[in-house]
């Protein structure tokens, strides 16, 4: 067959199966999701999955059996099996830079190549932290140091820090602070309080060229430098990255230099020793448990059929909620104050993974791929933004996450909690109506003909989807299950749209503009702007000569 044929083939299946598809999602944009409740007692237990302390009620969505098996067969038909064995045996499945994403072999003891030099690298980190922990390793004036300060941005930035937050309840041995921004207020911040005797600098960089990084990390040491007086301040600089020498031309000694690999992705690192100011703020043990949790959570990935399977379920919601009913965003609304830094975590992990408009082999997708990823902790956000997904005129599904009891919770405020999570979920699916509204109106003492006229703004139309995901507690063990979840859940999608889930090549060109403007910022007149840029730097310029 050539490659016209082949290609016309590939686009009229394409079509076909949408068509099955777009069938059934015009045969449940109209259903009710009470009704399909009343008419099926066993819903909530039918559309219910668990794993690795899991669980994921997917009853509220507007979905049923027939609709979830034509979105199964599509799967199928991206050998969706297949694509994960690839993904978990360590096949280069990020295609345009040729090589693995084995985020996976950093939990799991395969593929055994690379799970080995997780190992060793992670018997190190094991060996630092503590040496770190019984002040065998100190700073310039030999004070133990009782603070880490992460200076990363993006994937060296994120996971640690979101995870810090998440277990914020655990014992800390070390206090910890993240600096991502080149913007100086972020560092200084970070410094104000800090003593330098006894503050551990985490440089995290896989490539160690991120500019924002190597700026920070140069104030740091300025700052450091001013305070010791010439003391040797060596150990108070780590570095992560899978350029070493990078990190060996900046200052940082051999030994406190922990290396990562070109086959994990940054936003997938916080599993590698990117994550160390984990291990120093919580332990080694706490750092094991979360990798505990998520190889659990691969296992079960990698071995569960397709039905039953967490990540291909909730990525294939995603699917049918974005390509099929035109949703453009996803909510992510945890109710625990420590996981309300997941939404930009998830933001980096489905942004930057599955923001791509080319399919695998170039060639223009089919439909939407990665929708807005956004959200805030409840119950913060109900007296925000939940009025628009009430009453709003966007279709905006939500991932609500609840753990279910949280011992480090004063009296009072967990039952609270969990009831105003599930509230959310059920109001969501009911809505109110017009009758309902009116009565309202009626009880409050206004007129018929008043009511009539108000009733209206008060109806919610409802059949608004949403997944519960439960846990018993936030553990280590649970957190690292949830996030592996979700990075299954975008690589499931990125098989479904043919996209490469591993690149992030639409970063690059503002990094390459960024160093000409700053050339042109600083006199180079050999660079020539729109007129709008050029004008900024005009006044940018003007400023500086006052
Ligand atoms: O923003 C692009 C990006 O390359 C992310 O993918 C990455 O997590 C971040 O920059 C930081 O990169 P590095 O760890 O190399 O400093």
Redesign the pocket.
């Known amino acids: 067959m050539n490659e016209c044929h082949e290609e016309s083939d590939r686009a009229s299946s394409r079509l076909t199966e949408q068509g099955a598809i777009a069938r059934e999602a015009g045969r449940l944009r109209t259903a009710s999701l009470e009704q399909l409740f009343e008419a099926d007692p066993e819903r909530a237990t039918r559309f219910t999955f668990s794993a690795a302390g899991i669980t994921l009620d997917m009853s509220k969505n507007l979905i049923d059996a027939q609709a979830l098996r034509q979105l199964m067969d599509l799967a199928s038909r991206r050998q969706m099996a297949e694509r994960i064995r690839e993904l978990i045996a360590g096949a280069p499945v990020n295609n345009t830079e040729g090589r693995a994403a084995a985020h996976t072999a950093l939990r799991l003891s395969e593929p055994v190549e690379f799970a080995a030099m997780a190992r060793s690298v992670s018997e190190r980190i094991d060996d630092y932290v503590r040496r770190v922990h019984s002040g065998n390793r100190c700073g310039y004036s030999g004070r133990p140091f009782t603070r880490v300060v992460n200076i990363?941005?993006?994937?060296?930035d994120l996971g640690p820090k979101m995870v810090a937050s998440a277990l914020q309840a655990h014992t800390a041995h070390l206090d910890t602070r993240f600096v991502s921004n080149v913007d100086g207020a972020d560092i200084a911040t970070a410094l104000a309080d800090s003593d330098p005797e006894t503050t551990l600098f985490v440089l995290?960089?896989?490539?160690f060229t991120?500019q924002e990084?190597l700026r920070n990390a140069q104030t740091a040491r300025s700052w450091l430098r001013g305070a010791a007086g010439g003391r040797d301040i060596d150990s108070h600089f780590v570095a992560v990255t899978a350029a070493p020498e990078r990190a060996g031309e900046f200052g940082v000694a051999p030994d406190q230099v922990f290396p990562m690999w070109d086959w994990v992705g940054?936003?997938y690192s916080f599993w590698s020793a990117i994550g160390i100011s984990i291990a120093l703020r919580f332990g080694c043990e706490a750092f094991a448990d979360l990798r505990a949790g998520a190889a659990e959570m691969d296992r079960h990935f990698a071995d569960t059929p397709l039905e039953r399977n967490l990540p291909v379920l909730m990525g294939l919601l995603g699917v049918w909620y974005g390509n099929f009913f035109g949703a453009q965003t996803q909510a992510i609304i945890p109710y625990a104050h420590n996981l309300r830094l997941l939404p930009s975590y998830l933001q980096q992990l489905e942004m930057?993974s599955n923001g791509k408009s080319v399919t695998r082999d170039g060639k223009p997708v089919a439909g939407a791929t990665a929708p807005v990823i956004w959200g805030d902790a409840g119950t913060n956000g109900q007296h925000s933004f939940h009025q628009l997904l009430h009453q709003g005129t966007h279709l905006i599904p939500v991932d609500f996450i609840l753990p279910l009891t949280n011992p480090a919770s004063p009296e009072g405020h967990q039952p609270l909690l969990v009831a105003n999570c599930l509230a959310q979920s059920r109001s969501l699916m009911t809505g109110k109506d017009l009758a309902q509204a009116k009565r309202e109106f009626i009880d409050s003492g206004c007129s018929d003909a008043e009511a009539q006229a108000l009733a209206p703004a008060k109806v919610m139309p409802g059949n608004r989807p949403s997944n519960l995901l439960m846990m018993d507690r936030l553990t280590p063990k649970t957190l690292g299950a949830l996030i592996a979840l979700y990075e299954h859940k975008v690589y499931v999608q990125s098989v479904i749209w043919d996209i490469n889930a591993f690149d992030?090549w639409g970063?690059e060109l503002g990094k390459q503009l960024c160093g000409d403007v700053l050339a042109a910022m600083s006199g180079d007149e050999t660079a020539v702007f729109d007129t709008s840029t050029n004008t900024a730097i005009t006044q940018y310029r003007a400023l500086q000569s006052q």
Request: proline content about 0%.
């Open positions: 990363g941005i993006g994937g060296s995290a960089s896989k490539t991120t990084t940054g936003r930057e992030q970063v």
